[in-house]
C-alpha cells in the first residue's frame, strides 16, 4: 500500500535518485527549474509518496510571483518511480498537494506540464496569456489553476 506524508530532510538523495530515474539529466535544463535554483520549496507543501519503504513519488510547490502583486506556487516536479506509473500515485500527490495549498489559503498554483493530464485536477492554459518564465517554453504547456 502507498503512503503519502511531508517529505523530511532525510528523503533528499532518495528523492534525487527517484528524480533522475525518471526525468535524467534533462531535467535541469528545464525552464521551471530555473524558478527553483537556489530555492527552497514552501513550507509544508512538499509530499513524497513511500510504498515498501521506498519513496516511489514526489511533488514539491514553490512560492513565485505572477505578475506584479501577485502570489502564486510552481508545482513540480511530479515524479513517479517508472516501475510504479499507472497506479494512480501522481494524481494522489497532486490532489494532496492542491489541498494543502488551498489550507495554506494559496489560490493560484502556475506549472508547465501536459493539459491533457493536468486538466483534471483543473489546471488551464486560458489564464496565462500575461504570465511569463525565464527561458524558452512552450506557451500552451503553462497552466495555472486559480480558485
Known amino acids: 500500500m502507498v503512503n503519502i506524508r511531508e517529505e523530511k530532510a532525510s528523503d533528499a538523495a532518495a528523492r534525487e535518485a527517484l528524480l533522475d530515474a525518471a526525468y535524467g539529466a534533462a531535467r535541469f535544463a528545464k525552464t521551471s527549474e530555473r524558478l527553483r535554483e537556489g530555492r527552497q520549496p514552501a513550507r509544508g ?3 513524497v509518496a513511500i510504498d515498501c519503504g521506498q519513496i516511489v513519488g514526489t511533488v514539491r510547490l514553490w512560492h513565485v510571483t505572477a505578475g506584479p ?9 511530479l515524479a513517479v518511480h517508472p516501475d510504479h506509473r499507472c497506479r494512480g500515485i501522481g494524481s494522489v500527490l497532486v490532489r494532496r498537494a492542491i489541498a494543502r495549498a488551498r489550507l495554506a489559503d494559496h489560490r493560484a498554483i502556475l506549472l508547465i506540464g501536459d493539459a491533457a493530464y493536468y486538466g483534471r485536477f483543473g489546471f488551464t492554459a486560458a489564464q496565462t496569456g500575461h504570465v511569463w ?9 503553462l497552466l495555472v489553476r486559480a480558485d
Do not use: N, T, W, Y
Open 45 to 47: 507543501l512538499s509530499l
Open 133 to 141: 518564465m525565464p527561458g524558452q517554453f512552450e506557451r500552451d504547456r
Open 69 to 77: 502583486a501577485h502570489s502564486a506556487l510552481l508545482l513540480g516536479p
